[in-house]
């Protein structure tokens, strides 16, 4: 994604310290601006700065239910975006809870039955007018 949307910063989280090596490596090869942090997600919740910092959040190779979503949503700015790279197996649409809302489901390897889906966060409190979707 950062070689595709250029001028945006970016913060890769990873907890395994070899693979934060080495996405700060490619970094630094690739004079990509972002940064990375080696670290669980939960971790990060205590960083106020990172609440309701990014347009997009983007989740792999994390078990997907409510609580994780809850606490996934906690980044995403209201209007902003969640990207879940799915299996075959589960389907958010039971775990999805406000003020996160479904947006859209596209498959990407057939094969292996994967796909990509797509959460919006929707702005909550003061400010959102009565019967807004």
Do not use: C, N, Y
């Not at 693979?19 to 670290?39: D, H, I, M, N, R």
């Not at 649409?93 to 796909?115: D, G, H, K, M, N």
Request: proline share 7%; hydrophobic share 50%.
């Amino acid at each position: 994604m950062a070689l595709a949307v250029t001028g945006a910063h970016r913060l890769m989280v990873e907890s395994k310290t070899r693979k934060s090596v080495f996405l700060q490596e490619a970094v630094g090869a690739l004079e990509l601006e972002a940064g990375v942090a080696t670290a669980r997600f939960e971790e990060l919740l205590a960083k106020p700065d990172l609440h309701e910092a990014h347009d997009l959040v983007t989740i792999r190779a994390v078990r997907i239910e409510a609580r994780v979503l809850m606490s996934i949503q906690a980044f995403a700015r209201p209007g902003g975006l969640i990207f879940l790279f799915r299996g075959a197996a589960g389907e958010p649409a039971e775990t999805v809870i406000p003020p996160l809302v479904w947006q859209a489901t596209f498959p990407l390897v057939e094969s292996l039955r994967s796909r990509l889906v797509v959460l919006e966060k929707r702005p909550t409190g003061r400010g959102v007018p009565r019967g807004t979707p």
